[in-house]
């Protein structure tokens, strides 16, 4: 049997996406920004995928710009708010994904005061101490994840839009894990800048975009043209575009159902992990399906010396998981989010993340071959 549980990483192609872009890749080639009729027409898609993209997030097209993706987002986010909205004071957590943290560092060498807010030892935001460095920085710019990639643990998204509104600080999410997993009504929050990427929710990979509030004027992180109304300079990846646009349309139409399904599975790793594996536990908030997304479960495993193996031996026997994050994979730096953790390093983590496309028969597999690891068993392939 082969199984992928390394759908936080990147989610498998949905085939009627596939159907979408077919003809934007095979049939409608032109420019967008042509003005014959095959450009027309290509540019009358790509507007639909914008209107689509802002329907469902009950905001205004021109609020959304197409981009390479949530790393490209992010960095427009907070490089272009220092640039353009004279923000000095940049708060975050040392949880972020690296499009974030290693931005923040860059800007940091740049003289950009940097505050990391306080975490509990399962990675939950300390929203006192948050309000504390809001208080006492003006110009300030909070960069804060609504879902984190590793451990899955949620933001309030309102509180620290209602703090962030009283201290006149700018509110950017990377909501890269969480878009279309939960419904986001971006006109009742109280966000500056939140993030998309459709290889996240069934889409195809190198498309993403930028959500930037009406009232946020900032000027193009990249240059080179006129496209995007004069944001982002590049042709537009229409095939992409149209693929992202079909992708949350259907994440948004079988929202319900997927995540009653995708529940299911997570409640199910969870106590049969607990019935096979002695010492057993889960890192940050990933088992508390009321504080954490629900297709992420990291899973903390008994010290072995075998556990620097552990991707590796379940490799062979066809179950794709993660370590981490999927960005440092080949890497020998250990997990940045997991190394904030109050939590014995030595024991093992390995992260299960789930999508509609998973059964129970797959639970049931993964976790046998896993549970047989650590009963000193061999492991048939």
């Not at 082969?2 to 990483?9: E, H, K, L, R």
């Not at 399904?261 to 997570?266: A, D, F, G, M, Q």
């Amino acid at each position: 049997m082969n199984v992928y549980f390394d759908n936080a990483a990147t989610t498998p192609l949905d085939p009627a996406v596939f159907e979408a872009m077919k003809p934007y890749l095979l049939e409608h080639y032109g420019n967008p920004s042509s003005i014959h009729t095959h450009g027309r027409k290509v540019r009358t898609a790509l507007e639909q995928a914008r209107k689509k993209v802002a329907d469902l997030l009950n905001v205004t097209p021109g609020e959304i710009f197409f981009t390479s993706g949530g790393t490209e987002a992010d960095n427009t986010a907070i490089r272009c708010s220092i640039r353009d909205k004279g923000v000095k004071h940049l708060i975050s957590s040392k949880i972020e994904h690296h499009a974030v943290t290693h931005t923040l560092e860059a800007k940091e060498k740049e003289g950009v005061k940097i505050s990391y807010v306080n975490l509990s030892g399962d990675g939950e935001v300390d929203y006192d101490h948050l309000e504390d460095l809001l208080k006492n920085n003006s110009n300030s710019m909070v960069s804060l994840m609504h879902a984190n990639n590793e451990i899955g643990n949620l933001l309030d998204l309102k509180r620290v839009g209602d703090l962030c509104e009283t201290y006149g600080a700018i509110f950017h999410s990377d909501t890269v894990q969480s878009m279309a997993h939960y419904v986001h009504d971006l006109s009742q929050l109280k966000l500056d800048f939140a993030v998309g990427s459709a290889h996240k929710f069934h889409g195809p990979k190198g498309i993403g975009f930028l959500y930037i509030n009406h009232e946020m004027k900032i000027n193009p992180f990249i240059h080179g043209g006129a496209q995007e109304r004069n944001m982002r300079g590049g042709t537009e990846n229409v095939c992409g575009i149209v693929g992202l646009a079909k992708a949350m349309e259907i994440a948004y139409g079988e929202m319900e159902a997927h995540r009653k399904h995708i529940e299911n599975l997570k409640k199910r790793t969870i106590e049969k992990l607990r019935a096979s594996i002695d010492g057993v536990g889960f890192n940050g908030l990933s088992d508390d399906l009321d504080k954490s997304l629900y297709t992420v479960l990291n899973i903390c495993l008994p010290p072995s010396e075998d556990n620097d193996m552990l991707l590796f031996n379940l490799d062979i026997n066809g179950i794709s998981v993660s370590g981490g994050s999927a960005c440092t994979s080949g890497s020998n730096i250990g997990s940045h989010v997991l190394a904030e953790l109050d939590r014995d390093q030595s024991r093992g983590a390995i992260r299960f993340s789930f999508s509609k496309y998973n059964t129970e028969e797959e639970v049931d597999y993964a976790v046998e071959k896993l549970a047989s690891l650590y009963q000193g068993q061999t492991i048939p392939a």
